[in-house]
């Protein structure tokens, strides 16, 4: 060692670990903290130094680097890309991570190493962020990427009928336009943690034999920096300071207006992103499955590495309410009953049975023998909930607000709830901490420039990102004009957030409030009507280079897209196919966002 605060590392020093290897110490570092694992790579360093102590010490080597793209609305694939670049870094391997929509993809022919991890939305479509890349890869002038070489992780719900359909189309155009499969597609279920441990030490070895030989390397002796990020697999712990109802009593739907504490210098958001939500299940359903299993719930049981009750596991690791068709095919072992046959031959009937029912109407239809570890390894990972977030940082600093419609619904004989909507609407109490970690939405932004018109377009809760445009436009000097249209069943009970409606349009921040209350007349009148009456104003504020978002269910969402290009027609002359170029070129420039479920 010289004075100079330097250590020369010879080639032999950095042999770096294998694949296998590497997840081996991946596991088994996890969930140390900062000062923890500081100490262990000085301690680490101090053994390889012959015991006398030592700064750590990374392995650096001139590289190949990999670009690891991430495309999804909910979270998922950024979690599983983001855990693939740690692991790419700790093992000494350049990567650079972006998301899809920060990709430039006329720039994909100068890639040479790919990974990309993507998920399903929709009826098999590739989500909103990976849109671009996607009609680029498979539009007239495709590039030529005989140079890329690629792999790509493929994340979906296998009780849907296009299971990992995005990353199969994706896979398959790097693979026409001449890229190079380094690794097999991989479609992960939603329990992608188990697949995601098994693919990553192959990856890690894949990139590892692309890496040029290693060189002798000067590493200064300089502290390790570290930041905490909260994300999916660590959460940030939320304090509830607000918990008021919207809707009035007579209302059908019983919406809550939630605001969260958070120290914005741990974890910060965006208008227009949405907030992942970690929730227990209902203590009393929990109560209700041991009773008709007649498993006790203080049996230990193991997850992972971890032993906790088998309590403590339905209340919050395992998966409850959506039931996957997995789960039936693994109930029917453990029932003498052969009526499940029927649904188990055929799998779109497996799919429409299992969507019908959750795991307690089925063991209560199909009785049944189970052990409770057989119990919690049949159930699937208990998976968070996401919520469009109704505030703006520009006002809301320290706080983030949801807007949450608590489900109530009759079905196979039991009156059903909302398993998130009711913790978060009805058990979660004010200063009870709630773990929630923040899913950017980046194809759902307000334009950069702030004197863009901008109409938004919302049903029931799909109202509050527009909250949240709303206050940030309010913050910003100048800003552009802004008409809200809005949709519900009763304008007494369920106009939700009206009053801040009422003091933008005072302010002069909101132009125009258009509603459609769909229970108030004898003929129903939805968010799409009322677009489509107001075509000759939506022609205009597009012409002054407007951009439309749109937010709530997906079938409201093809509802305005076919109001859109029946304003085309009716107010603009254009044929059919014109009009379908327009609604195409208004997504093509970004002026037409969704954010639908």
């Given at each position: 060692?010289?004075a100079?605060?330097?250590?020369?590392?010879?080639?032999?020093?950095?042999?770096?670990?294998?694949?296998?290897?590497?997840?081996?110490?991946?596991?088994a570092?996890?969930?140390?903290?900062?000062?923890?694992?500081?100490?262990?790579?000085?301690?680490l360093?101090?053994?390889?130094?012959?015991?006398?102590?030592?700064?750590?010490?990374?392995?650096?080597?001139?590289?190949?680097?990999?670009?690891?793209?991430?495309?999804?609305?909910?979270?998922?694939?950024?979690s599983?890309?983001?855990?693939?670049?740690?692991?790419?870094?700790?093992?000494?391997?350049?990567?650079?991570?972006?998301?899809?929509?920060?990709?430039?993809?006329?720039?994909?022919?100068?890639?040479?190493?790919?990974?990309l991890?993507?998920?399903?939305?929709?009826?098999?479509?590739?989500?909103?962020?990976?849109?671009?890349?996607y009609?680029?890869l498979?539009?007239?002038?495709?590039?030529?990427?005989?140079?890329?070489?690629?792999?790509v992780?493929?994340?979906?719900?296998?009780?849907?009928?296009?299971?990992?359909?995005?990353?199969?189309?994706?896979?398959?155009?790097?693979?026409?336009?001449?890229?190079?499969?380094?690794?097999?597609?991989?479609?992960?279920?939603?329990?992608?943690?188990?697949?995601?441990?098994?693919?990553?030490?192959?990856?890690?070895?894949?990139?590892?034999?692309?890496?040029?030989?290693?060189?002798?390397?000067?590493l200064?002796?300089?502290p390790?920096?570290?930041?905490?990020?909260?994300?999916?697999?660590k959460?940030?712990?939320?304090?509830?300071?607000?918990?008021r109802r919207?809707?009035?009593?007579?209302?059908?739907?019983?919406?809550?207006?939630?605001?969260?504490?958070?120290?914005?210098?741990?974890?910060?958001?965006?208008?227009?992103?949405?907030?992942?939500?970690?929730?227990?299940?209902?203590?009393?359903?929990?109560?209700?499955?041991?009773?008709?299993?007649?498993?006790?719930?203080?049996t230990?049981?193991?997850?992972?590495?971890?032993?906790?009750?088998?309590?403590?596991?339905?209340?919050?690791?395992?998966?409850?309410?959506?039931?996957?068709?997995?789960?039936?095919?693994?109930w029917?072992?453990?029932?003498?009953?052969?009526?499940?046959?029927?649904?188990?031959?055929?799998?779109n009937?497996?799919?429409r049975?299992?969507?019908?029912?959750?795991?307690?109407?089925?063991?209560?239809?199909?009785?049944?023998?189970?052990?409770a570890?057989?119990?919690?390894?049949?159930?699937?990972?208990?998976?968070?909930?996401?919520?469009?977030?109704?505030?703006?940082?520009?006002?809301?600093?320290?706080?983030?607000?949801?807007?949450?419609?608590?489900?109530?619904y009759?079905?196979?004989?039991?009156?059903?709830r909302?398993?998130?909507?009711?913790?978060?609407?009805?058990?979660?109490?004010?200063?009870?901490?709630?773990?929630?970690?923040?899913?950017?939405?980046d194809?759902?932004?307000?334009?950069d420039?702030?004197s863009?018109?901008?109409?938004m377009?919302?049903?029931g809760?799909?109202?509050?990102?527009?909250?949240?445009?709303?206050?940030?436009?309010?913050?910003?000097?100048?800003?552009g004009?802004?008409?809200?249209?809005?949709g519900?069943?009763?304008?007494?009970?369920?106009?939700?957030y009206?009053?801040?409606?009422?003091?933008?349009?005072?302010?002069?921040?909101?132009?125009?409030?258009?509603?459609?209350?769909?229970?108030?007349?004898?003929?129903?009148?939805?968010?799409?009507?009322?677009?489509?009456?107001?075509?000759?104003?939506?022609?205009?504020?597009?012409?002054?280079?407007?951009?439309?978002?749109?937010?709530?269910?997906i079938?409201?969402?093809?509802?305005?897209?076919?109001?859109?290009?029946?304003?085309?027609?009716?107010?603009?002359?254009?044929?059919?196919?014109?009009?379908?170029?327009?609604?195409?070129?208004l997504?093509h420039?970004?002026?037409?966002l969704?954010?639908?479920?």
């Amino acid at each position: 060692m010289q004075a100079t605060g330097e250590q020369h590392v010879s080639n032999e020093q950095l042999q770096s670990l294998s694949g296998p290897e590497l997840g081996r110490l991946l596991q088994a570092i996890e969930g140390l903290s900062t000062e923890q694992l500081n100490w262990a790579s000085g301690y680490l360093a101090g053994i390889s130094a012959g015991g006398h102590p030592a700064r750590p010490v990374s392995t650096a080597r001139q590289s190949a680097q990999v670009t690891i793209l991430y495309a999804s609305q909910t979270g998922n694939a950024r979690s599983v890309a983001q855990r693939l670049a740690d692991a790419a870094a700790a093992s000494g391997i350049e990567s650079r991570l972006l998301s899809a929509h920060e990709f430039k993809a006329r720039r994909i022919a100068d890639e040479r190493l790919l990974i990309l991890v993507v998920s399903t939305q929709g009826e098999g479509e590739v989500p909103e962020n990976a849109e671009s890349l996607y009609n680029y890869l498979t539009g007239r002038k495709p590039p030529d990427l005989s140079k890329l070489e690629f792999a790509v992780f493929g994340l979906g719900d296998s009780s849907y009928t296009h299971f990992c359909k995005a990353g199969v189309d994706f896979d398959q155009a790097l693979e026409k336009l001449g890229g190079r499969r380094i690794l097999e597609r991989l479609d992960a279920d939603v329990d992608f943690d188990s697949d995601f441990s098994v693919w990553l030490p192959n990856a890690l070895q894949v990139l590892e034999n692309r890496q040029p030989a290693r060189q002798a390397v000067v590493l200064p002796l300089t502290p390790r920096q570290s930041v905490t990020q909260y994300n999916r697999d660590k959460p940030y712990p939320a304090s509830l300071i607000e918990n008021r109802r919207l809707t009035t009593d007579q209302a059908l739907t019983d919406v809550h207006h939630l605001v969260l504490e958070i120290d914005p210098a741990a974890i910060s958001y965006q208008a227009g992103d949405s907030l992942g939500v970690w929730f227990r299940n209902d203590p009393a359903q929990v109560d209700e499955i041991l009773g008709l299993l007649a498993l006790d719930g203080n049996t230990h049981v193991r997850l992972g590495d971890k032993s906790l009750s088998l309590s403590e596991a339905l209340l919050e690791k395992r998966e409850l309410s959506l039931l996957h068709p997995k789960v039936v095919s693994g109930w029917a072992r453990h029932t003498d009953s052969g009526s499940l046959d029927k649904q188990l031959a055929d799998k779109n009937e497996l799919r429409r049975f299992a969507a019908e029912r959750r795991f307690i109407d089925l063991i209560e239809a199909f009785p049944g023998r189970i052990e409770a570890q057989q119990l919690v390894d049949l159930l699937g990972p208990l998976q968070p909930r996401l919520y469009s977030i109704a505030s703006s940082p520009a006002e809301y600093a320290d706080e983030i607000h949801l807007t949450v419609s608590a489900l109530q619904y009759e079905a196979h004989g039991r009156r059903h709830r909302g398993a998130a909507s009711a913790y978060l609407s009805e058990r979660l109490k004010p200063d009870d901490n709630l773990d929630v970690y923040v899913v950017d939405n980046d194809s759902f932004r307000l334009p950069d420039d702030p004197s863009t018109p901008v109409i938004m377009i919302g049903a029931g809760t799909g109202i509050a990102p527009f909250r949240s445009f709303l206050q940030q436009r309010a913050s910003q000097e100048n800003p552009g004009r802004n008409w809200l249209i809005f949709g519900n069943r009763h304008f007494h009970d369920d106009f939700l957030y009206q009053t801040d409606w009422i003091e933008h349009r005072r302010s002069g921040v909101l132009e125009k409030v258009s509603v459609a209350f769909s229970r108030d007349s004898e003929q129903r009148n939805y968010v799409q009507d009322r677009l489509f009456d107001e075509g000759p104003a939506v022609l205009e504020w597009l012409a002054q280079g407007a951009h439309i978002y749109v937010c709530g269910a997906i079938d409201m969402e093809k509802g305005v897209a076919e109001s859109l290009q029946r304003i085309a027609i009716e107010y603009a002359g254009k044929t059919r196919l014109e009009a379908e170029e327009f609604y195409q070129n208004l997504r093509h420039q970004k002026r037409y966002l969704r954010d639908v479920y």
